[in-house]
Structures are given as structure tokens and as C-alpha cells.
């Protein structure tokens, strides 16, 4: 099993530009996440998806959109990127939700200018 | 202030050292989960708790849910131990940040 995909690796943006970074699992995890991680700071929740077709808000939603058509994939679309966007983003999946072991993805680094 | 809090920031070890590294948190928890982020940036889960102890090899997780502590120690540490390691808490109720995370504990352990 390949466990939690991201692509790409790195991306530079410029600002206004969009892009959606991509992430797959293949262990049939119904709960899937996003989080980003920024410099001294700890991670904080973008999206979640509890199944295919079902996304809610995390703690950190403003200026990212995602969508779940199947259980395997979990997009995350930036519009309109900004500098306070440049971060490291970590996609997620677990069989159970927040209680359950967290499988993550290698992270996807990117730069905002 | 936090409310997850680790310490310490740093570590520095020698290789076979005892290591302990700390989290106290202020909020209403379900679990605690202490992760660890390998200097390439890969994150593993290295347990879930919710009460007690866990061990896993080397490791150990402890956590008094009265006192709002837990704990995470390494015995005889290893140089590839070396990492950062994050406690992350299951807030009750549940509310948009329903996992908090800690801002992490770098160790490093020298030959």
C-alpha cells in the first residue's frame, strides 16, 4: 500500500494565481483531512471529509475550497493565493475520526510571492 | 496563551540518554495523540490515549487526565530518534478545532 499521496512536492505561486494540491489514500479511509503547518507554529485543521460527498470547515477554511467525489481523493484548491498562504500543507486519513491513528501524507511545501 | 502546551522547546541528548518530553493542556480532551515528525518532514503517529499508559517499543505515553498532563519518554535514545515531536489533543465538545496541536519539542540525540 502506497498509504497517503500528496502532490506536488513544491510549488511556487504567484499571488492571485491558483492551483489545487492533490492527495490520495488507498487504505478505503472513509475520514480524510488537511492541515497546514507554519513556521513555530502547530498544525491547524483546514477541511475534513467524513465520506465522498461530505466536507465541513476546520479551524482554518478562509481562501482554500476542497471537494470528495470518491473515497480515495481529497483535493485542496487554492484561489486567488496570498503570502499568508505560504505554508506547509499535510493531507491526512484515518478509519475513525479524531480518535483514531492518523495516517499522513509527506506534505506538499508551498511558496507564495 | 496556548492551549496545548509542550516543553521543552529543545532537547539535546546524548545516545543512551532517558528522555522525557511534556504536554500540558487547559481544554476538555476525549484523547491525546503524540505524533513525530521526522527532520524530512513526514509525520507518524506514535500513539492514542485516552487514559493510562501506552508503550511501544522504546517509547512510552502516560497521560493523568485530572492534572491534564501527559507525558512521552524515551529510554535508551538513539541518535535516529532525533525529531520533532508533537502532542495534538481531541477537544470536548467538539468545536472547528477539534484537533489542537502542540507547536512541537525538537530532540536531538548525538552519538
Known amino acids: 500500500n502506497a498509504g497517503v499521496t500528496q502532490t506536488p512536492k513544491f510549488r511556487i505561486l504567484k499571488i492571485g494565481q491558483s492551483m489545487t494540491l492533490q492527495c490520495t489514500q488507498d487504505m478505503n479511509h472513509n475520514y480524510m483531512y488537511w492541515y497546514r503547518q507554519d513556521p513555530g507554529m502547530g498544525l491547524k485543521l483546514i477541511y475534513y471529509?467524513?465520506?465522498?460527498?461530505?466536507?465541513d470547515k476546520g479551524e482554518v477554511p478562509n481562501g482554500y475550497n476542497v471537494s470528495r467525489s470518491t473515497t480515495e481523493d481529497f483535493p485542496l484548491r487554492l484561489e486567488l493565493a496570498a503570502p499568508s498562504q505560504t505554508s506547509v500543507y499535510f493531507c491526512a486519513s484515518s478509519y475513525a475520526p479524531w480518535s483514531e491513528t492518523q495516517y499522513f501524507g509527506p506534505g506538499t511545501r508551498l511558496l507564495v510571492l | 496563551k496556548n492551549e496545548v502546551e509542550q516543553s521543552p522547546q529543545n532537547l539535546t541528548a546524548q545516545e543512551g540518554e532517558f528522555i522525557t518530553i511534556n504536554c500540558s493542556y487547559s481544554?476538555?480532551?476525549?484523547?491525546l495523540h503524540w505524533l513525530q515528525q521526522h527532520p524530512g518532514g513526514g509525520i507518524v503517529s506514535l500513539f492514542m490515549?485516552?487514559?493510562g499508559k501506552k508503550k511501544h517499543g522504546r517509547l512510552i505515553a502516560t497521560i493523568n487526565i485530572q492534572e491534564k498532563h501527559s507525558s512521552l519518554h524515551i529510554t535508551a535514545s538513539h541518535p535516529r530518534d532525533s525529531a520533532v515531536y508533537i502532542c495534538a489533543v481531541i477537544r470536548v465538545p467538539y468545536n472547528t478545532d477539534k484537533l489542537i496541536f502542540g507547536t512541537g519539542t525538537r530532540l536531538q540525540v548525538f552519538p
Open positions: 481544554v476538555g480532551i476525549s484523547a
Open positions: 490515549l485516552s487514559s
Open positions: 471529509s467524513v465520506g465522498a460527498g461530505i466536507t
